[in-house]
């Protein structure tokens, strides 16, 4: 029930908003597009998150400039007066934005955490009213610290938007209502989904009667990649896409997997972004890689800690923190490159791929808990990142976000690694897993796509009956001709 009722409260929510779209002026960003060399795309999508509007959504490929056209948004709305506030769905994408865009950032939990949102032992969002205590500190709760309280007007936007679960969603859009708030809704539906319940980009989506989409990519240095990935985006001639990147060089066929194993821990670099299906594949490829590094003398392994994962972590590893630190100043998901290992087991490391880096102490306990080795990361781990090379470890347990995520990852480079007869076989994989959506988009979603089912199992029964009251030499025909190929010459 509680499921039910959140989503149609969300679904309520949203349409409310929506109701009022089209309505406001928007900014005209001409010179500040021009400035920030967006292109057309950009500046409607960067004009609408500058506006007054209520609610707006805008998708973007991956690599089609969220974070350049977001830019010349906040530039547009200081320029009239009016605040922008980015939050993420998770700290690393937060830190990621804070770092791009060089404004404050946060995630959307922290946000209404701080409005008294706090989910209690049945993994339910409640919410506290000022002078309750507090569950988290004993303490009696104040309300929201001066830098989360929310202006009239303002603009909160969600990046990443497609990875926002329903309860946080509702607890966002309860919290932008009080205060006044709008919400620009920023993402890709065909990269990862929420964890939990989702489908919010596709409910704010379905209720506008227009989404800004960017589809124009930007990231990639070759342009028949980009239009490959545009391709993969759309779902689009599967078969004849797997041939083109195996053109292009960028599908590898290894006969098992140690033998994909070791050519991948021969061919990764500093620096590249390794996608695999499952945190048990990313162990045992980051214990390959390690092995390298050590006989290249890259990684010192004569004084060592031990992570979460039960692999040893030495000098010049490349590690991920798994749990929001405030107190040791580290982000679920984020990575690091060990500086030195201090003899009580905890590490002094600076952090990878950041633009001013900074170098934090992990204290051993916190090593030992919440720290692994990090060569090798699942989609989650990788989405929001940019390199120059990425390698993508194809398993049957992926999808189509998994597989575009981190085939999208690298600016120069993107190769598929797949354990494989042939590339037929290759081929068929690479379809299949294309063709999978495990994402959970919402309750009307799901129903309308077991309704569906139902649909094609009615169909084909009687279809089956019709067929078993046919004449024998009519359905004899009928099951030659289903059965013909070129090569057989049957049939027709």
Same mark, same amino acid.
């Given at each position: 029930?509680?499921?039910?009722?959140?989503?149609?409260?969300?679904?309520?929510?949203?349409?409310?908003?929506?109701?009022?779209?089209?309505?406001?002026?928007?900014?005209?960003?001409?010179?500040?597009?021009?400035?920030?060399?967006?292109?057309?795309?950009?500046?409607?999508?960067?004009?609408?998150?500058?506006?007054?509007?209520?609610?707006?959504?805008?998708?973007?490929?991956?690599? %089609?400039?969220? &974070?350049?056209?977001?830019?010349?948004?906040?530039?547009?709305?200081?320029?009239?007066?009016?605040?922008?506030?980015?939050?993420?769905?998770?700290?690393?994408?937060?830190?990621?934005?804070?770092?791009?865009?060089?404004?404050?950032?946060?995630?959307?939990?922290?946000?209404?955490?701080?409005?008294?949102?706090?989910?209690?032992?049945?993994?339910?969002?409640?919410?506290?009213?000022?002078?309750?205590?507090?569950?988290?500190?004993?303490?009696?709760?104040?309300?929201?610290?001066?830098?989360?309280?929310?202006?009239?007007?303002?603009?909160?936007?969600?990046?990443?938007?497609?990875?926002?679960? +329903?309860?946080?969603?509702?607890?966002?859009?309860?919290?932008?209502?009080?205060?006044?708030?709008?919400? %620009?809704?920023?993402?890709?539906?065909?990269?990862?989904?929420?964890?939990?319940?989702?489908?919010?980009?596709?409910?704010?989506?379905?209720?506008?009667?227009?989404?800004?989409?960017? &589809?124009?990519?930007?990231?990639?240095?070759?342009?028949?990649?980009?239009?490959?990935?545009?391709?993969?985006?759309?779902?689009?001639?599967?078969?004849?896409?797997?041939?083109?990147?195996?053109?292009?060089?960028?599908? %590898?066929?290894?006969?098992? &997997?140690?033998?994909?194993?070791?050519?991948?821990?021969?061919?990764?670099?500093?620096?590249?972004?390794?996608?695999?299906?499952?945190?048990?594949?990313?162990?045992?490829?980051?214990?390959?890689?390690?092995?390298?590094?050590?006989?290249?003398?890259?990684?010192?392994?004569?004084?060592?800690?031990?992570?979460?994962?039960?692999?040893?972590?030495?000098?010049?590893?490349?590690?991920?923190?798994?749990?929001?630190?405030?107190?040791?100043?580290?982000?679920?998901?984020?990575?690091?490159?060990?500086?030195?290992?201090?003899?009580?087991?905890?590490?002094?490391?600076?952090?990878?791929?950041?633009?001013?880096?900074? &170098?934090?102490?992990?204290?051993?306990?916190?090593?030992?808990?919440?720290?692994?080795?990090?060569?090798?990361?699942?989609?989650?781990?990788?989405?929001?990142?940019?390199?120059?090379?990425? +390698?993508?470890?194809?398993?049957?347990?992926?999808?189509?976000?998994?597989?575009?995520?981190?085939?999208?990852?690298?600016?120069?480079?993107?190769?598929?690694?797949?354990?494989?007869?042939?590339?037929?076989?290759?081929?068929?994989?690479?379809?299949?897993?294309?063709?999978?959506?495990?994402?959970?988009?919402?309750?009307?979603?799901?129903?309308?796509?077991?309704?569906?089912?139902?649909?094609?199992?009615?169909?084909?029964?009687?279809?089956? +009956?019709?067929?078993?009251?046919?004449?024998?030499?009519?359905?004899?025909?009928?099951?030659?001709?289903?059965?013909?190929?070129?090569?057989?010459?049957?049939?027709?």
């Amino acid at each position: 029930m509680h499921v039910i009722a959140a989503e149609t409260r969300l679904r309520d929510l949203l349409t409310a908003r929506a109701a009022y779209a089209g309505r406001r002026r928007r900014p005209d960003l001409t010179r500040i597009g021009r400035r920030h060399r967006l292109d057309a795309a950009q500046v409607r999508a960067a004009s609408a998150v500058a506006s007054t509007e209520p609610l707006v959504v805008v998708e973007g490929a991956a690599g %089609a400039g969220k &974070t350049t056209m977001l830019a010349a948004a906040i530039e547009a709305a200081a320029a009239h007066g009016r605040a922008i506030r980015v939050v993420t769905p998770t700290k690393k994408a937060a830190d990621v934005a804070r770092q791009e865009l060089g404004v404050a950032t946060d995630s959307v939990a922290k946000l209404v955490h701080e409005h008294g949102w706090r989910w209690n032992r049945d993994g339910v969002w409640t919410r506290l009213a000022v002078g309750d205590t507090d569950p988290d500190t004993d303490a009696a709760y104040a309300g929201p610290a001066a830098s989360a309280r929310l202006a009239r007007g303002e603009r909160i936007v969600v990046d990443e938007a497609g990875m926002l679960d +329903q309860d946080t969603a509702l607890a966002l859009l309860t919290v932008a209502d009080e205060h006044g708030a709008t919400v %620009a809704l920023i993402g890709d539906r065909a990269q990862l989904a929420a964890v939990g319940r989702g489908g919010v980009l596709d409910m704010a989506a379905q209720l506008l009667p227009r989404v800004h989409s960017m &589809t124009t990519v930007h990231r990639f240095t070759n342009p028949a990649y980009a239009a490959l990935t545009v391709q993969m985006r759309n779902g689009a001639r599967l078969a004849s896409l797997f041939d083109r990147l195996a053109a292009l060089g960028l599908v %590898a066929t290894h006969e098992d &997997t140690d033998a994909l194993q070791d050519a991948v821990a021969c061919e990764w670099r500093d620096g590249d972004a390794l996608t695999v299906a499952t945190n048990d594949g990313a162990r045992e490829l980051n214990a390959r890689i390690r092995e390298e590094r050590i006989r290249a003398r890259r990684v010192d392994d004569d004084r060592t800690a031990t992570g979460s994962d039960g692999l040893s972590i030495g000098r010049g590893d490349v590690i991920q923190t798994r749990q929001n630190d405030a107190a040791v100043h580290v982000a679920n998901r984020q990575t690091w490159i060990v500086q030195c290992v201090s003899s009580d087991g905890s590490l002094w490391a600076r952090e990878r791929n950041a633009r001013r880096r900074s &170098t934090v102490h992990l204290p051993a306990e916190y090593v030992a808990e919440h720290t692994h080795l990090a060569y090798a990361s699942t989609a989650y781990g990788m989405q929001g990142t940019t390199v120059a090379a990425s +390698q993508t470890v194809l398993a049957d347990t992926m999808d189509a976000s998994t597989v575009y995520v981190g085939m999208t990852r690298g600016r120069i480079s993107n190769r598929l690694h797949i354990v494989a007869t042939d590339l037929d076989d290759a081929r068929e994989q690479f379809v299949l897993a294309m063709e999978r959506n495990r994402a959970d988009r919402g309750l009307l979603q799901a129903t309308a796509a077991a309704r569906e089912s139902i649909r094609g199992l009615v169909t084909g029964t009687e279809r089956r +009956q019709r067929e078993a009251n046919l004449p024998d030499g009519t359905r004899f025909n009928r099951d030659l001709a289903r059965r013909s190929t070129p090569e057989t010459g049957l049939g027709r």
